[in-house]
């Protein structure tokens, strides 16, 4: 079974660094590309960039280009999302998705990791 | 990038009915669109791909459609499982957009 496990929620200032994570099972994880996707409170759905675990590759949208930085680690089959100085702007929820082999589609999603920032 | 234009906003409906969510694309991204299915507290849930392929175990009663540039969602005996949250995703290049959603309520 496919499994995407997200790390828990977090609270931090504003300015402070953050890493979250997401962890896949149950499938060849250098096989499938991992987006992240943010929701703001009471919003909808919003790209923020890929990875290829295999090449650790990355697409960014313009959006969020320079203001998240993603990552993966073949060994223990994780991906990261950071941030190296959060924004208040920042609080939301954060999905990690798997792309469908070879497209572009989110077949399986993770919990969700909820990201609050405040001073 | 390619905009993606979600109608309606919200929708009521009571069980039984037969709804439809329309997304229109700014451009033409051949069949490349996905739906998905939110409910409060919870991901996203892929229900169709290829604009009218249904996923494993999604009910039959759920079904997409494309014509041109304009793609629709139609759930046909709208079921009390089926009051949630519906996205739109193209997906036609690597820099992927969502639709603004459709939430479908209880009339």
């Known amino acids: 079974e496919v499994q995407l496990v997200q790390s828990g929620a977090e609270g931090r200032r504003p300015g402070e660094s953050l890493r979250i994570s997401c962890t896949a099972s149950?499938?060849?994880?250098?096989?499938?590309?991992i987006t992240w996707v943010r929701q703001m409170p009471g919003k909808g759905l919003e790209w923020l960039g890929r990875i290829d675990p295999a090449e650790s590759y990355t697409d960014y949208s313009p959006s969020f280009r320079g203001h998240v930085t993603l990552s993966a680690d073949k060994s223990t089959n994780t991906a990261f999302l950071q941030w190296s100085s959060l924004r208040a702007s920042d609080n939301a929820i954060y999905y990690c998705?798997?792309?469908?082999?070879?497209?572009?589609?989110?077949?399986?999603w993770g919990q969700g990791s909820l990201v609050t920032v405040s001073s | 990038d390619i905009h993606m234009t979600q109608s309606p906003s919200t929708l009521s409906a009571s069980v039984g009915d037969k709804v439809t969510i329309t997304c229109r694309a700014s451009?033409?991204?051949?069949?490349?669109l996905a739906w998905y299915q939110q409910k409060p507290g919870r991901a996203p849930k892929l229900l169709i791909s290829d604009a009218s392929s249904l996923e494993s175990g999604v009910p039959s009663r759920i079904s997409g459609s494309r014509s041109g540039t304009e793609f629709n969602l139609t759930i046909s005996n709208l079921q009390p499982d089926d009051y949630a949250t519906y996205y739109c995703q193209q997906y036609d290049t690597y820099l992927i957009t969502f639709g603004g959603g459709t939430k479908v309520e209880i009339k």
């Open positions: 998705a798997r792309h469908s082999h070879g497209g572009n589609f989110l077949d399986h």
């Open positions: 451009e033409d991204i051949d069949d490349w």
């Open positions: 149950g499938y060849t994880f250098t096989s499938h590309y």
